[in-house]
């Protein structure tokens, strides 16, 4: 589904994203599983349990080969351990998608409250996706559950969750997924770069009550490697002079 992203709150948001009300995030796996698409395992999230008034809210982002060499999923996700996930071309990405998907994740079962009801209250999500393949950034906006999205509750197993993309949550619902491609994104580069994504919660109030956010890069390249270039052209041009003498 083509997203035509909504700004939902201006870039004011950014400057509040470090005043997090909730535990640091942390690499994790996420409650209770992967509930999107098949053979998709969990892990390498980085984690934010949310501080609200009802209890935590469990928010999570990733980065995984979308496409590999064989225009296939795999289950690489190349993270630091942090927040950082890096990716190579590969010969297996169609020319209109990135070669790797964002996960996002939200569970709200603690606060004994289902999505739809915390929505109802005032509550409210935004992702951020960078659509600045530099180092500097330029965000599009959205509300998550404005789009389609995998649907579940802690009970729901790997691969279980209901698909809606009406826009509207499933009812009594605690946990939503999905897996976005760049190239879904209007107006968002599918080249590799340097990507910012985060996902906050807001209370009813529009207060920013805590994010996680990662960053995708392209596979940095080895500092020996340009020396290693350098030093085998300066050998193949002296054995041409050595011929040529």
Do not use: C
Request: charged letters at 15%; a negative charge; hydrophobic letters at 40%.
């Amino acid at each position: 589904m083509e997203l035509t992203m909504r700004v939902l709150k201006n870039s004011a948001v950014a400057a509040f994203v470090s005043v997090l009300l909730g535990t640091a995030a942390q690499a994790s796996s996420v409650a209770p599983d992967i509930i999107f698409g098949s053979g998709n395992a969990n892990g390498s999230f980085t984690v934010s349990n949310v501080t609200t008034a009802r209890g935590n809210v469990e928010i999570g982002l990733r980065a995984k080969l979308r496409y590999n060499d064989a225009g296939l999923p795999e289950n690489t996700f190349n993270w630091d351990g942090v927040d950082t996930y890096s990716f190579a071309p590969t010969a297996g990405t169609p020319a209109n998608r990135s070669v790797f998907n964002f996960e996002w994740h939200v569970n709200t079962e603690a606060t004994k409250r289902s999505i739809s009801q915390l929505i109802a209250s005032g509550a409210s999500a935004l992702l951020e996706v960078d659509i600045d393949p530099t180092a500097g950034t330029n965000f599009l906006s959205y509300d998550p559950f404005d789009f389609d999205a995998y649907y579940g509750t802690n009970a729901t197993p790997n691969g279980g969750g209901t698909y809606d993309n009406t826009g509207t949550p499933v009812a009594g619902a605690t946990v939503a997924q999905n897996s976005v491609n760049y190239g879904f994104i209007l107006g968002a580069p599918v080249e590799l770069g340097i990507y910012d994504i985060r996902l906050s919660i807001f209370n009813t109030q529009n207060q920013l009550l805590g994010s996680t956010a990662i960053k995708v890069t392209p596979v940095p390249v080895p500092a020996a490697l340009p020396l290693l270039v350098f030093a085998l052209g300066g050998l193949g041009f002296a054995g041409r002079r050595r011929k040529a003498a």
